[in-house]
């Protein structure tokens, strides 16, 4: 007779860190960049760096081993839901019904995760209504900048810093943009595992692509409010003089004005109650390191 696998579904503790470190880090993002998603050196320490309250979900075979994680992130009352991973189409429910309890038990009024436009194989998986899961409906796109440092200025702005706040000031002293350079990858890390083709040519007349197999060093930034575009512009080229580690960083906005290296990704709200038809009236401020 067969002996049947008996599953445990739990919370994780800081003891499972490393152990859902070890799994994050062997699942490729696939894409023209084939990324792999880190948080060493713990990841439901890493996890507790990002929100007001955080959980991971994780799946142990008979033999105790770890083979599925979920996690979530709450800030105020939004839940973004991530690190879905190697679990069996057959354990997803359960996962589910735990990430679930900790958003209702914690005033969670929306809930949304984030799966790259080239993952047409988890889109389609998650857009499958099934009775023993949330809905996933399509909420938009979120476009990601990767924008190459030391960009040329030809404009007499001036860029100050008041706390962690970065300020463009014009001619006359006058704010017309701001934002934050965020960097983590002392606890959130992304590896190139390939490259494809069209990339690996680029990579040959752009030295400041960097290497496969190496932890991408660069800051993020967030919370960007310029006056207009040209003087988003202007912001983008003078934070590309950061004297801050990488030669590259991110940028979130499908309004990029200077060259970049552009990815994709579908929002989806993830509706627990079944209840939503359609979910592009909810508002939603997205940071990419939030994601």
Known sequence: MQKIMKYEYKYASE??????????ENIEFKGEISLAYCRRPNAVLSLSKEGD?????????????????????????IAYLTGLRAVKLANIPKCYELL??????NGVRITYTTILEDNIGVQKMLEKQRPNMPN????????????RKNLHINDKNKLLKKGDTYIL????NEEIARGKAVIQWDYKQYII??????????KIFLKWIPDENKVLKFFTLREVITKDNAALKSFLKHMSQLPLEGSFFLYGGADCPVKSFKYKSIVYIVDWNKSISNASDIKIDIEISDL
Not at 100 to 105: H, I, N, T, Y
Not at 140 to 146: A, D, L, P
């Open 15 to 24: 003891e499972d860190g490393e152990e859902i470190s070890a799994l994050l």
């Open 53 to 77: 309250k955080s959980i991971f979900v994780i799946v142990r075979d008979g033999n105790g081993k770890i083979i599925g994680t979920g996690a979530c992130i709450i800030k105020g009352d």
């Open 100 to 105: 679930c309890k900790f958003c209702r038990s």
């Open 136 to 147: 996933y409906i399509r909420h938009s796109e979120y476009t990601v900048n990767i924008i």
């Open 169 to 172: 000031q014009n001619q006359q």
């Open 193 to 202: 595992k390939h490259y494809s083709i069209k990339m690996r040519i680029a």
